[in-house]
């Protein structure tokens, strides 16, 4: 009888084709076929996949999104949810609506590290998100006292943690000092909850590596009535390029639209991000 060799979240090899590990994390079989990873024999049900073709490539430099400043986006409880490649490991913002460490709400990576900044800045894991080839889905939570920080489904640290609120803009793909802190890599499916889930909710939102629809509560997933933000960046109705077109591969991004409520569509507000067929 052969076994397996292993292999957990945090340290997954690189793609290889015919690839085949035990995730000791997740307790699932990985095979890869160079470029993702198929799993099999996870330890919690999946419900069926959304469709989901395109994300959205940052340059690291210049690109970002601008959602603005409805009051909906700085709720008293939240949870943050998305999908990102990384480019490269330096400094990554991914999400922020705040104009300090201080108030609202940062997500960053740094060196492989899994940072917050709300009320000064928490590191939930250092050397954590290493890869440059894999997608990682990324999830934070807020209770208004509780801070948690969750990677492909598992929970990784908890803060003590209070918010404050603010009246900046809320970005995709920047940091509000600007250059050097800009994200390079992809973004996917980002979604804002005015509560915070709980584990077995961002357990079913993570479904063994492919996401699922946020707009239907489903298999351990029931947080339907509480998402005020769901922008599929580039697969969602609605979404356009910059000529008003459906997004195709290589197209400039135009409207990223919020598919749960009229307000808080995204639109590019620097630079020139672009849909690519690459996604989770």
Known sequence: ???LTTHTTASRDAHSVGLCKFNTTTKAIEVSDGTNWSIYDYDS???????????VDFDGATDYINFGNN?????SAFTISFWMK??????NTVVQKSTSTSNG???????????YAGDGVKTFA???LTSTTNWYHVAVTHDGSSLKGYVDGSLINTFSSTITSNTANLTLGRHVSGSGFYHHGKVDEFSLHSSALDASNIFQIYNNG??????????NYNGNSSLVG???????????DSGSGSPATGDVVGTIVNQVAAHSNGTVAGGSPEYINDAP
């Open 210 to 219: 492919s996401p699922i629809d946020l707009t239907i509560n489903q298999g």
């Open 86 to 91: 990384q480019d490269d490991t330096g400094i």
């Open 126 to 128: 250092s050397s954590l």
């Open 230 to 240: 769901y922008w599929r960046l580039g697969d969602g109705a609605g979404d356009t």
């Open 1 to 3: 009888m052969s076994t």
């Open 105 to 115: 709400y940062q997500i960053y990576f740094n060196n492989g590290d899994f940072l």
């Open 71 to 75: 009051i909906a986006l700085m709720p």
């Open 45 to 55: 049900g999946t419900v069926s996949p959304v469709t989901n073709t395109l994300s």
